[in-house]
């Protein structure tokens, strides 16, 4: 999607998009993860943050979080809602597909629907960007809508580098658009496929 588009929401959030604004809860299929201790506190990263849901989601169950986003609107939104929340999180200004201001590796790496906004050229950006932040062992949950970011691809794309497990299926109640939860977990070595 155009960086204005989401420029745009970020500014005027009146579109209730619940995939963007809508609250945490509905999506149980991360939550339970990190609330029953499956995925414990560590070092996280969440990509394209947006407004920064999830980062304080994360801070505030224990995990040293950074969130990263494209739009100077939602870093600065994401700033003040952790404030107003009373947790630390190191939001950042970057583009996925040119990452500048993150270095290091992650324990848990999160992507809800930032992959599949993207164009397959800039898909292939986003993982030669991303892959550096995983360490063996790392885990990587992402959310898309399989209209855009089919199951065949996301297979392609990480199995050659992580043990796919996907979660659920489920339809968005406001499109009626199918999405999938992955959790992968980064392999200790590289299979060749």
């Known amino acids: 999607m155009k ?3 989401y420029e745009f929401l970020y500014r005027f959030p009146f579109v209730p998009i ?7 809860d509905q999506f149980d299929e991360f939550t339970e993860l990190v609330e029953s201790g499956r995925i414990p506190p560590g070092r996280a990263i969440a990509l394209g943050c947006g407004v920064g849901r999830e980062a304080i989601y ?4 224990g995990f040293e979080v950074t969130g990263v986003d494209f739009s100077p609107t939602a870093i600065k939104r994401a700033k003040r809602r952790a404030q107003r929340e009373g947790v630390d999180v190191d939001f950042r200004l970057d583009d996925l597909t040119d990452l500048q201001h993150v270095r290091g590796t992650f324990d848990l790496i999160l992507d809800f629907g ?7 050229e800039h898909r ?7 892959m550096p932040l995983f360490h063996p062992g790392s885990r990587f949950f992402m959310f ?15 199995s050659p580098f992580f043990s796919i ?26 299979i060749e496929r």
């Open 58 to 61: 994360l801070a505030q169950h």
């Open 165 to 190: 497990k996907p979660l659920r299926q489920r339809t968005e109640q406001v499109t009626s658009r199918s999405l999938s939860f992955y959790l992968m977990e980064r392999e200790m070595e590289v």
């Open 3 to 5: 960086k204005w588009i």
């Open 144 to 158: 898309c809508f399989d209209n855009k970011l089919p199951q065949e691809e996301v297979q392609q794309r990480f």
């Open 114 to 120: 930032a992959l599949n906004d993207l164009t397959p």
């Open 18 to 24: 619940e995939w963007i604004f809508g609250d945490l």
């Open 124 to 130: 292939d950006l986003y993982i030669q960007n991303v």
